[in-house]
T-cell receptor, first 112, second 113 residues
């Protein structure tokens, strides 16, 4: 079964601070995705990647950067965290012909 | 791009009854559809994937119906039990490319013991 892990699982940050969320997948999938989940909005795509060295903007990229240094790792970076970025963040991997995505357990981020 | 509406947002049914969740989509060219389950504090778990050439698919007490004429996808849980309590999401291939999925906003399903 697909295996996607995220770290940290919980994070408290201060406004203006830098936050890095990490994701690792052992499925050898080409594509990786970062979503945030908020009540009333469902899942919203922030950034995604087609492979090492590639990052693409999703639907809500403002205030976020992404980095894909290898096939296995995909990071989400908040350079200047704001309280509006308090949310649960999910990483996913995929890339098979049926476009299935496999999700990590999520990171709960609180920005004070 | 694809848009997906999911209903109802909340659903409560007695144990042993059936529960039905419905999604409507906009792009008739969509080829792949998915149902995910999210339990508290966890990520989304893929329940079932459906290709557009299928009208009905059944797996382990779950039935997915695809009505391409009405652009409607439904998930039917038969004989629901408390372990089915979770948030369910439908998702559709985003035909705008980039291997993206468009998700519904989710249905909170509660099975009453």
């Amino acid at each position: 079964e697909a295996a996607v892990t995220q770290s940290p699982r919980n994070k408290v940050a201060v406004t203006g601070g830098k936050v890095t969320l990490s994701c690792n997948q052992t499925n050898n999938h080409n594509n990786m995705y970062w979503y945030r989940q908020d009540t009333g909005h469902g899942l919203r795509l922030i950034h995604y990647s087609y492979g090492a060295g590639s990052t693409e903007k999703g639907d809500i990229p403002d205030g976020y950067k992404a980095s894909r240094p290898s096939q296995e790792n995909f990071s989400l970076i908040l350079e200047l965290a704001t309280p509006s970025q308090t949310s649960v963040y999910f990483c996913a991997s995929g890339g098979g012909g049926a476009l299935e995505q496999y999700f990590g357990p999520g990171t709960r981020l609180t920005v004070l | 791009g694809e848009q997906v509406e999911q209903r109802p947002p909340h659903l409560s049914v007695p144990e042993g009854d059936s529960a039905v969740i419905i999604c409507t989509y906009t792009d008739s060219a969509t080829a792949y559809f998915y149902w995910y389950k999210q339990e508290p504090g966890a990520g989304l778990q893929l329940l079932m994937s459906v290709f557009s050439n299928v009208d009905r698919k059944e797996e382990q007490g779950l039935t997915v119906l695809l009505n391409k004429k009405d652009k409607q996808l439904s998930l039917n849980l038969t004989a629901a039990h408390p372990g089915d309590s979770a948030v369910y999401f439908c998702a559709a291939e985003n035909t705008g490319g980039a291997d993206r999925l468009t998700f519904g906003k989710g249905t909170q399903l509660i099975i009453q013991p």
